[in-house]
């Protein structure tokens, strides 16, 4: 994830996904992804369940299992798993309860 694309509205950011790729440990690594980059989505206005239809839509995939690192962590130590409202609205600082 990166800043706001216009610095005077803050709901919307740039977020980059990475899908369909595989990971390899020592060190972890997520080998030939597929990437979107998403930069005019008001995700403010998103709970987990929109996000998770988002990412559907965009991935015209079904995914398991959603992982999530913050640009400033390596993916060794910063990586997580989503899986609800809760983790959801730590990652964006937002949501729908």
């Known amino acids: ?3 706001s694309p216009n610095p005077t509205d803050q709901n919307f950011i740039v977020v980059d996904f990475h899908y369909n790729g595989q990971f390899a440990p020592n060190p972890l690594v997520y080998f030939d992804p597929n990437r979107a980059s998403v930069r005019d989505v008001d995700f403010s206005g998103f709970g987990y369940e929109q996000f998770m239809e988002f990412l559907h839509k965009l991935t015209k995939s079904r ?3 959603i992982y999530f690192c913050l640009p400033q962590e390596s993916l060794g130590v910063g990586i997580h798993t ?3 409202n809760g983790d959801y609205i730590g990652i964006f600082g ?3 309860c």
Do not use: C, E, R
Request: charged share 15%; hydrophobic share 50%; no cysteine.
């Open 1 to 3: 994830m990166a800043s």
């Open 82 to 84: 989503l899986v609800n």
């Open 94 to 96: 937002f949501g729908v």
């Open 63 to 65: 995914s398991k299992d």
